[in-house]
């Protein structure tokens, strides 16, 4: 008998995880809203908290609904298991957590998130968990940048918000000869565009809150990995720091995910388009877009992301003032600091995103005051474009 033709991405996001047969025969998953669950008998309950007997305890252990959103992201992601977490960044840190101790370093791609990096600073304050940033351009570069006490290669691509990428199947292989396991930040891409552990990469991490959720009313952090590696996780530093998603978030992502291929393809149309026009004005300085062919990194785009993705940096000619100034100018665009709405949102990372990494930091993470990031929403693009035009004539 013929195997059956693999299911893609565009239909897992709506059906795998999910049995309508077990519950009732609802078309929407139920919202399993309980802090705990009862055991029929007291051995039964013995059992469970022996880990002898599959079954829910207490929902900062384990929910139903919250178990049908992991294991659809671990599908997506096609990894063997999954995490929720109550955000990003509670995702981020209990992975590097769990892979690290003291005395430990990880190696970090040139950039990472305002949040991520003030994890880094608390670890190596508190713990003596060091850190140190690498470009990552080579195979070499990366060998030279591995101590005997690098545990951890914790990687942005793109990273945030120079929109730089990395080459995942590059460093996965590095990673794999060294033992050293690979945790990569996917959330500026979604398993849509971009699939680490499909190239070689061990731990997928993503803030929620962005393109899986899309619209802005979420705030959850998704890890996929390996079962035993994913189980060890759940059974230290998230039963036990305690940074759990809630069964109505995780209904909320589950509702979310039902439309990101739709969603992230108008996205990436809608960017296209924006970082042509943003290309061809005279007020802009520089433009940072995974599409663009003239980026330096435009192979690395084409080897491992299907689509260049709905976020656009970009310098204007002047300072940190004329930057502010072309933001306040804005009518249809948003100042925000997240991503992946519906709506298009603009933010300053020097002073928003990334404030809190010292200036000589940011500086060498190539974040300067003139630098915007744009999250391309889902409206016409040409009233974006007229809104991002109106608002460069005048200043």
């Known amino acids: 008998m013929p195997e059956r033709n693999p299911i893609k991405i565009e239909t897992k996001v709506i059906h795998e995880g999910y049995n309508s047969e ?24 013995e059992r469970r908290f022996a880990g002898e007997e599959e079954g829910y305890i207490y929902s900062r252990l384990g929910n139903p609904t919250v178990t049908m959103l992991e294991e659809r992201m671990a599908s997506l992601e096609n990894g063997e298991a999954a995490l929720a977490f109550s955000s990003g960044m509670a995702a981020a840190s209990a992975i590097l957590l769990g892979l690290t101790k003291t005395g430990d370093h990880i190696l970090c791609s040139q950039g990472v998130y305002g949040c991520t990096f003030g994890l880094l600073e608390l670890m190596n304050e508190k713990y003596k968990i060091s850190h140190d940033f690498s470009a990552m351009e080579s195979r070499e570069q990366l060998l030279q940048a591995i101590r005997s006490e690098t545990v951890c290669i914790y990687v942005e691509t793109p990273i945030n918000p120079t929109m730089r990428l990395v080459d995942l199947q590059m460093i996965a292989e590095v990673g794999k000869e060294k033992g050293i396991p690979v945790v990569v930040d996917n959330t500026f891409c979604s398993p849509y565009l971009q699939n680490p552990i499909t190239l070689g990469c061990d731990v ?41 998603i809630s069964p109505f978030d995780a209904w909320l992502l589950l509702r979310g995910l039902k439309t990101l291929a739709v969603r992230m393809d108008r996205h990436c149309e809608n960017a296209e388009e924006l970082a042509d026009f943003l290309i061809s004005h005279p007020k802009v300085a520089n433009v ?108």
């Open 22 to 45: 077990k519950y009732s025969g609802s078309l929407a998953p139920p919202i399993f809203q309980t802090s705990t669950f009862t055991f029929e008998t007291a051995e039964q309950g």
């Open 288 to 395: 940072f877009y995974p599409g663009d062919k003239q980026n330096p990194d435009f192979s690395i785009a084409q080897k491992q992301m299907r689509k260049p993705g709905g976020l656009i940096s970009f310098t204007i000619n002047g300072n940190k003032a004329t930057a502010q100034a072309l933001m306040d100018e804005l009518k249809l665009i948003k100042i925000a600091v997240s991503l992946g709405d519906a709506e298009t949102l603009i933010q300053h990372p020097a002073t928003m995103t990334h404030a809190a990494v010292p200036k000589e930091s940011r500086e060498k993470m190539g974040i300067d005051d003139t630098l915007l990031r744009l999250s391309v929403g889902l409206e016409s693009w040409e009233d974006i474009r007229n809104d991002l035009e109106q608002a460069l004539s005048k200043i």
């Open 204 to 244: 997928v991490i993503h803030s929620a809150t962005k393109y899986i959720c899309g619209h802005g009313d979420v705030i959850a952090g998704i890890a996929v990995g390996k079962n035993e590696f994913i189980r060890k996780i759940a059974l230290t530093t998230q039963k036990d720091i305690g940074g759990v």
